[in-house]
Structures are given as C-alpha cells and as structure tokens.
C-alpha cells in the first residue's frame, strides 16, 4: 500500500482519525491520535511524527526526542469505530536511523537474518488465552464454577464475546481458526492462521487492544495476566512456528517419523538450548512464573516431542508441520519473543544442535529419572530468567546489547519493587515467628 491508495481510502471511507501505534521495550500499545487530513496534509507517512521517547522509557530527558515513522502496509480501517483507522510505526532517532532498542525494527532484523540463512518467510501462529471477568458481583461469577474446557452455550456465557470480537478481528483481515472456552473458569482462547512473523507480532499487540475495546461495551474486565487465579490455569500464548522456502516448508519431512527435517530437529535444539534466556522474554513478568508449575500444562522441562504436552516444546498433528512454543504468555513483548525464537533456531541450525525426545509424560517421572534424562528446568522466576539472558551471548547479539540491558534494566526494577512490598503472606508466615 502506497500513500496515494491510503489518501484514497481515508476519502472514500470518511476517515477522520488516525490512530499511530507502537511498543514500548516491555511490550506495551502506546497510541497516539492524529486528524487524519493532517496526517495527509503534513505527510506523516513520509515525515513521521516526532515524540518524546523519555516518557515512554526509550531515552533519557537530555536526548528524548524520537520519530515514529508509520509503516504504509499496516494501514487498517478499525471496524468497530466509525470514522478511524489505524497504522503501525517504526521507531527512528531524529537523523531518521532506526532506534536499536524499538521491538519492531529488532524483529525486522532476525527476519532479515533468516533469510540471509536461506529463510524467506518466517511464519508464526500464537494462541491467544485471555482471562474474563464479568463486572457484576463476585457472586455471580463464582456461579459458573464448573464451567470447563470447550463448554457449551448457554454455560459458556461469553460466547457473544468471543464472536464479536473474532468477527472484528476477521473484519481486520485476520483468518481465524477457531475460538473457545478453555479449561479454567474465566478463561478464552482465539486462534489464528499463520503469518509472516512480523504480522503475527502486529497481531498479538492488535488483538489486545481490540479485545480491551469491545470487552467494555459488554462490561467485562478482560486480562491478560498470566496467572490472575491461584487454582485455575494461567493463560498462556503459545507459539507456531516455521521457516519457509520459496513456498516449501523446510520443517517438513515425510520419510522421517516426526516429519520434520533435519533443519527443524537442529531449529529445536536451538530453542531448547537457549531456553532459559528466551524465557525472560515469553514469561516477562513475575507472575509469569505462577502460572510455570505443575499439574496445569504449563511446560517447567526443557524437552521435547511430537504430542506430548509436558514438554517445551511439542510438534502438533498436523499435515503442515510446525514447531508449537509452549511455555509464553501473552504478557510477553511478542516482536522481542518472536525475534528470540529465531535467533535462537537459527543457531541451532549452523551449530547442528541435536536434543533427542523425551517420549514419556515428564510430570509423572521420578527425580531419580529427570536426572539421568538429563533433563533441565526453565527458569522458576524473573530474576533467574534475567540472568539467564544477560549470559546468552547469542540472544544479546542477536536482540541487541542496548535493547537487552535496556529491558533487563526495567524488569529489574520491577522486580525489587514487587520484592519490597510487604503483603498479607508475610504476616501470615512471619508475623509470630
């Protein structure tokens, strides 16, 4: 798309708005509203808009000033308004650079370093879980205690949700798979078909916002926290993946039992074996790490196989194979999880990093057992995580030194506050010792 086909579309569909959306380095939307005949009429397509990127935890005040310049094939009419649309934009310094640290352009870069590597697609599916709450009495939301895993209507009372919010969601351009009731009491799930992994990034942080949107209207609180109930499951963003080549999937092949390649067994190894430095990325919050434990299929092993849902990472039956992610939540920055993965893949690819399966349920294995499978942990918290990625030199590399001890240094932060608080388990556990 062309600026002279987006003028068009804003006059012909009585455009008034235009709304500028980007990531900060955690991950979250910052939007900002433009008059649309100003954004024709100033060239902001071509120019950008200048902004102050301190008081949004890019830039220091001395050196604040930054450029977000719209990226023209991610122009999208917003269904469920009634005269805006919206269009994504890169992050540049005032010489028009690219800012190292913007999520977007680090996810740019690992797509170009795929196909560099003889990728030209980078295609990514997530699964996006969400927790719903309704606004009414606490009550009324304890009464639909024994809804499950695929409930019915009427028992799965926010089919209307759902629906709406994937008929927007198809109305933006988007294929969905299919949408559900999932195992815990107030939880949802939309999914999907792949995209190119960028779009597949723009997506998870287009659907948040939309969802936020429309869960209003049916005075619903929507979260995507991790973990917002200690005995339910927590949410997770599991994640499809797979590289392409001249429109040949080169994950899949037929004479081996998994059906995957060679390159896919050697994509596996990379990500399990930088798995604990991904994991400051998928899990990014500390209470990532609640949802992280046993008994409510969240992975904790680092493993693999081809069904088995007890490990990291699992190859779904399909006939079009891919590489299914699973221990992410949708709390995640998704361009700097996304970016991870494939630098991580990739890596496994040129060092032909081989980790055989682990074919047995890995909650239901002794310690005795773990122990001579060789079988490692993902990290149990933030810090440890954090930790973990300031020691992978390949994610440092790969995500950018600036961006990593720029992330690293606001989940620090956010650790020692969240650690510093006194909160009621304290005096239950400490009060008369």
């Known amino acids: 798309m062309d600026k002279r086909k987006i003028k068009e579309l804003i006059e012909s569909k009585q455009i008034r708005w235009i709304q500028i959306h980007f990531t900060d380095i955690i991950g979250r939307l910052r939007v900002l509203h433009i008059p649309a005949n100003r954004f024709i009429?100033?060239?902001?397509?071509?120019?950008?808009?200048?902004?102050?990127?301190?008081?949004?935890?890019?830039?220091?005040?001395?050196?604040?000033d930054m450029i977000a310049l719209p990226d023209l094939q991610t122009y999208k009419i917003l269904p469920h308004e009634k005269d805006e649309a919206m269009i994504r934009a890169n992050l540049y310094d005032t010489k028009y650079e690219e800012y190292r640290t913007c999520?977007?352009?680090?996810?740019?870069?690992?797509?170009?370093?795929?196909?560099?590597?003889?990728?030209?697609?980078?295609?990514?599916?997530?699964?996006?879980?969400?927790?719903?709450?309704?606004?009414?009495?606490?009550?009324?939301?304890?009464?639909n205690k024994n809804i499950s895993y695929f409930a019915p209507p009427p028992l799965d009372d926010l089919k209307d949700f759902r629906k709406k919010l994937s008929d927007i969601l198809m109305d933006s351009g988007y294929e969905i798979k299919y949408h559900h009731h999932e195992k815990g009491i107030y939880q949802h799930e939309i999914e999907i078909k792949e995209l190119e992994a960028l779009?597949?990034?723009?997506?998870?942080?287009?659907?948040?916002?939309?969802?936020?949107?429309?869960?209003?209207?049916?005075?619903?609180?929507?979260?995507?926290?991790?973990?917002?109930?200690?005995?339910?499951?927590?949410?997770?963003?599991?994640?499809?993946?797979?590289?392409?080549?001249?429109?040949?999937?080169?994950f899949l092949d037929e004479n081996n039992p998994y059906l995957l390649s060679k390159n896919a067994l050697y994509f596996i190894g990379g990500i399990?074996?930088?798995?604990?430095?991904?994991?400051?990325?998928?899990?990014?919050?500390?209470?990532?790490?609640?949802?992280?434990?046993?008994?409510?299929?969240?992975?904790?092993?680092i493993a693999w196989d081809q069904f088995n849902r007890s490990s990291l990472v699992r190859i779904a039956a399909k006939k079009n194979i891919d590489i299914e992610v699973r221990n992410a939540d949708p709390a995640a920055n998704p361009y700097l999880f996304f970016a991870a993965l494939i630098h991580s893949g990739l890596d496994g690819i040129n060092k032909k990093i081989l980790i055989d399966?682990?074919?047995?349920?890995?909650?239901?294995?002794?310690d005795e057992e773990i122990k001579e499978f060789k079988i490692k942990k993902l990290p149990t918290n933030l810090m440890e995580s954090l930790v973990e990625l300031q020691k992978d030199k390949v994610l440092i590399e790969g995500i950018g030194k600036d961006a990593v001890e720029l992330y690293t240094e606001k989940k620090i932060n956010e650790w020692n506050q969240y650690m510093s608080e006194i909160t009621d388990l304290d005096y239950q556990f400490y009060f008369n010792c």
């Open 103 to 143: 999520p977007r352009n680090i996810l740019k870069k690992a797509i170009e370093t795929a196909k560099k590597n003889g990728y030209d697609k980078v295609m990514i599916s997530p699964e996006m879980e969400f927790s719903c709450f309704k606004k009414s009495t606490e009550e009324e939301n304890d009464l």
């Open 41 to 64: 009429n100033d060239d902001i397509s071509s120019k950008g808009i200048n902004f102050d990127g301190s008081s949004v935890g890019f830039r220091t005040v001395e050196k604040s």
């Open 272 to 301: 399990l074996d930088h798995s604990r430095g991904i994991a400051a990325f998928a899990n990014s919050t500390l209470n990532s790490y609640k949802r992280l434990i046993p008994n409510f299929e969240a992975p904790i092993y």
């Open 357 to 366: 399966p682990i074919k047995r349920n890995i909650y239901k294995m002794s």
């Open 199 to 250: 779009s597949a990034a723009d997506f998870c942080s287009y659907f948040k916002f939309v969802a936020r949107e429309i869960a209003k209207s049916f005075d619903i609180n929507i979260t995507f926290m991790p973990k917002p109930l200690t005995k339910e499951a927590g949410s997770g963003m599991h994640a499809h993946i797979v590289l392409y080549n001249k429109e040949k999937n080169m």
